[in-house]
Nanobody
Framework: QVHLDESGGGLVQAGGSLRLSCTYS????????TDWFRQVPGKGREHVAT???????MYGDSVKGRFTISRDNAKNTVYLQMNDLKPEDTAIYYC????????WGQGTQVTVSS
């Protein structure tokens, strides 16, 4: 069964950087359009970024200019480089693909201290 493994979260001070990784368990889904979402307790999931099969990228308004999504097909991995982090970026970050149904990773916690 295909699954997604996120990593790279942690605690960082405001203004710092983190890089999240989302690795597909199987090459059969390599290259799928992939999204990053985030969620804080009591709120719905917020779209952060998307990379399409052909490399087109889209970002949520709150992260434009600070976050960059990319992929390395040789490593079955999509990355989210997060720079100039702010306390309001604190959330659990999830990667997502559509394979006839929604597939989500387990999430990775990002905490930004002021």
């Amino acid at each position: 069964q295909v699954h997604l493994d996120e990593s790279g979260g942690g605690l960082v001070q405001a203004g710092g950087s983190l890089r999240l990784s989302c690795t597909y368990s199987e090459r059969t889904v390599n290259g799928h359009a992939t999204d990053w979402f985030r969620q804080v307790p009591g709120k719905g999931r917020e779209h952060v970024a998307t990379i399409t099969r052909n490399g087109f990228t889209m970002y949520g308004d709150s992260v434009k200019g600070r976050f960059t999504i990319s992929r390395d097909n040789a490593k079955n991995t999509v990355y989210l480089q997060m720079n100039d982090l702010k306390p309001e970026d604190t959330a659990i970050y999830y990667c997502h693909i559509w394979i006839g149904n929604d597939l989500w990773g387990q999430g990775t916690q990002v905490t930004v201290s002021s």
